[in-house]
């Protein structure tokens, strides 16, 4: 570390500092995220752009791209955009002007496009060489006094060019057209609204400023997306959101049910929810309907063209239009979830989550200071008139003699200004002036301009000094731009119905699934299918080389499959997913996530409200409920909880009264099962006793009927005077009974 030796403590050149380290990532990474905050993701309140957006509008401004003229490439446009205002890719920019063109995507489109701009299917649009475009009329809208001093101008990245810090914009484009974007630390994600319904919903704020947020909800009910759909959202949810800037808006598809005749049909999905692509709409139903997840729908189509047209067709006639659409969004996006959030800059400067009112404040506040600024500029435009003007007056007055300034004299600008007593600007305007302007100079026309330029002089002085007639000015530019892009206007019309959902008593997907038998088939190396019909569970089947038969029963279509792997997790299969009885199957494995370590302990069909015996091979286990392994994910469900080398052994349905256990060390303990506590997940407590090794079998059963095993002949043999087996839980036991099996199972 170097001493500063200069009074300002700034390193000469060649000297090295020192600081913290947390200190030098702070600074940089405040800097850093500053920067992104203000000059990438968030928008300004005040035109709800951000700076990309407002360079490709300004920029196209510049190129005179007005909705009336020409299109010109995009290529220039981003050239134009990247080379002047944004020093940054040329793939980002073309994407943000690609976005705006998008009708699927902006609610007013800000460019009007001509080309592939890509498409709800979720295409990107065509290279730049290939697309063109211009402005539109609500583009037009946000520049509205731009060359009258309506806002402030910085410069541009390298001071070559100036450009606008913000659009005066003459109607709330960041609620009309919302936006989303991801800073350092904070995000933002704002619904597109109804532009008529925000400029009555302004309105009434000029009106009355301490309106309620209620009030506000009358005027403007909820999002009005692009791709429209059906904005099922409770009121209070909507009016939580607009309160709080944050909340959640529930969105589906419009359908409709189709007659085909003799009582066949067919739903047509007209519109999909918004920022959902349509190909993988279809894709994802698609799959639902090969999976075997929605069996009462048969297939689906898409028949767009123009207009999104996707036709679901029913399994059968029977089935209830309003379950499977119910089912369907549940199970895909054909209802989606708009997540609000309403960060924004208030005053370019300030990131604040805002509510609905706060956002109409910025924006009216912004018109007021814009009305004010244009006023000005419109003001001191009408004084520099008006003294050329009284120049002029003062010329035709005195014709003759300025024309004789003029000719004899070798500098007349003085001689006019001290004759005439003119200023400089009227003494330089009088003698800019061209002869065959003489003929216009009459004194009427010169007084009547002079006069009606005095009128409205008049009126910008008393609109400067009285606060309510500038709110009564802004309310009429709110009723012009109502007008303009309202309900009665060319698309102005609410896009998304609001509507509650419908009481639809839910259907469970078993109850969709026709009733069928099946045998299932395991093999000892996990490959799993279904095969039609019950067949004989002692015939012989086909595996693998090397494999065999591991689990094979008789099940339905309707049933649920429990497997336990030695992980202690239970994982869940539906049998109407299990691959058919064709082949070998599938490996399980690639059904469930179940790991590669983890062998599969047990496979049977979940029977509800059945109590199960658990155990590792530890020794310790409890009673579990069947309702409370059952898995909802094919991550499955922890039930026993295992460490290092002990797996999970046994599970055995409950049927007895007593739990008979056997160890590796070939001694049996029982003990009534009423020893053993009832839980839905933990370790268990220790069932028998070991000095050595661990549990080999567990079962139960009465004590009464006595306990019995398959010998090696395959023959059952019952052993009914237990006495001297019988003890408390946790104890040693003693060795088996006679003829009890070599491998110390049950085998029951």
């Not at 330029?453 to 606060?467: G, H, P």
């Not at 038998?517 to 004989?536: F, L």
């Amino acid at each position: 570390m170097a001493d500063l030796t200069d009074d300002n403590n700034i390193p000469s050149e060649g000297i090295t500092t020192t600081e913290p380290l947390r200190r030098a990532i702070g600074d940089r990474y405040l800097t850093y995220a500053l920067s992104t905050i203000m000059g990438r993701a968030l928008p300004d309140a005040r035109d709800g752009l951000k700076p990309v957006h407002r360079r490709i509008l300004y920029a196209m401004r510049g190129l005179k791209l007005d909705p009336n003229g020409a299109y010109k490439k995009c290529a220039k446009i981003v050239g134009e955009v990247m080379g002047n205002y944004h020093p940054h890719g040329d793939q980002a920019i073309y994407d943000a002007l690609a976005r705006l063109a998008q009708d699927f995507n902006v609610r007013y489109p800000l460019v009007d496009g001509q080309g592939n701009f890509g498409n709800i299917d979720g295409d990107n649009p065509a290279a730049p060489r290939y697309t063109e475009a211009r402005m539109t009329e609500a583009a037009q809208a946000l520049m509205v006094g731009l060359s009258e001093d309506a806002v402030n101008f910085n410069p541009n990245y390298d001071g070559s060019e100036i450009e606008p810090e913000v659009l005066p914009a003459t109607y709330p484009n960041l609620l009309a057209n919302g936006t989303s974007g991801i800073a350092v630390g904070m995000a933002t994600n704002i619904a597109p609204h109804n532009l008529g319904e925000l400029c009555d919903a302004a309105i009434h704020l000029v009106k009355a400023p301490n309106a309620r947020d209620e009030t506000l909800l009358d005027y403007i009910p909820g999002p009005d997306f692009p791709t429209g759909g059906v904005l099922v959202e409770p009121r209070e949810n909507i009016l939580e959101a607009y309160r709080t800037g944050r909340g959640a808006f529930r969105l589906r598809a419009r359908w409709e049910l189709e007659e085909l005749g003799r009582g066949q049909w067919q739903i047509v999905i007209s519109e999909i929810p918004y920022q959902v692509q349509k190909s993988k709409l279809i894709e994802k139903i698609a799959e639902l309907i090969q999976a075997k997840r929605i069996p009462i729908l048969a297939d689906v189509r898409d028949e767009s063209a123009e207009d999104v047209r996707l036709v679901l067709e029913p399994r059968a006639k029977t089935v209830d239009p309003a379950v499977l659409m119910e089912t369907l969004f549940k199970l895909c996006d054909l209802e989606t979830r708009f997540n609000l959030n309403m960060n924004v800059l208030i005053d370019g400067r300030t990131p604040k989550v805002c509510s609905m009112k706060e956002i109409l404040r910025a924006f009216l506040d912004h018109r007021r200071e814009v009305l004010q600024r244009r006023s000005q500029f419109r003001l001191a435009k009408i004084d520099r008139r008006l003294e050329v003007l009284e120049g002029y007056i003062v010329a035709f007055l005195n014709l003759d003699r300025v024309i004789a300034i003029i000719r004899y004299e070798d500098e007349p600008k003085p001689i006019l200004i001290a004759e005439f007593d003119l200023t400089d600007v009227q003494a330089e305007a009088i003698l800019n002036m061209r002869l065959r302007n003489l003929r216009k100079l009459e004194e009427m026309e010169l007084r009547n301009e002079r006069d009606e330029l005095l009128i409205e002089r008049a009126d910008l002085e008393d609109l400067l000094a009285d606060e309510d007639m500038q709110w009564s000015r802004i309310i009429e530019q709110l009723r012009e731009t109502r007008k303009k892009f309202g309900k009665n206007a060319p698309g102005g019309a609410r896009r998304t119905e609001l509507a509650d959902a419908p009481d639809v008593e839910d259907v469970p997907i078993e109850a969709m699934i026709e009733k069928e038998p099946i045998t299932v088939v395991c093999s000892a190396m996990g490959w799993i299918r279904a095969m039609k019909g019950h067949i004989d569970l002692a015939q012989d089947l086909k595996f693998k080389d090397g494999d065999e038969a591991r689990f094979i029963f008789h099940a339905e279509t309707t049933d649920k499959i429990l497997l336990l792997g030695g992980n202690g997790r239970f994982y869940t299969l539906p049998c109407s997913q299990l691959p058919g009885g064709r082949g070998m199957g599938e490996p399980i494995r690639l059904i469930v996530d179940l790991p590669n370590e983890a062998e599969m302990v047990d496979l049977f069909i979940y029977k509800p409200g059945c109590k199960m015996l658990m155990a590792s091979s530890a020794g310790d286990g409890f009673v579990v409920n069947s309702d409370d392994v059952v898995a909802q994910t094919r991550s499955g469900k922890q039930v026993l909880n295992v460490r290092g080398d002990v797996k999970a052994h046994v599970c055995r349905p409950v049927q007895g009264d007593h739990i008979a256990c056997v160890g590796e060390n070939r001694k049996v303990l029982i003990f009534s099962l009423d020893e053993l506590p009832e839980m839905g997940r933990g370790k268990g407590v220790r069932l028998q006793k070991y000095k050595d090794g661990g549990l080999n079998d567990a079962t139960t059963f009465n004590l009464t009927e006595g306990l019995s095993w398959l010998d090696p002949a395959g023959r059952t043999r019952t052993e009914t005077e237990l006495s001297e087996w019988v003890g408390k839980r946790a104890s040693a036991g003693r060795m088996a009974p006679r003829g009890f099996p070599r491998d110390n199972k049950f085998n029951m």
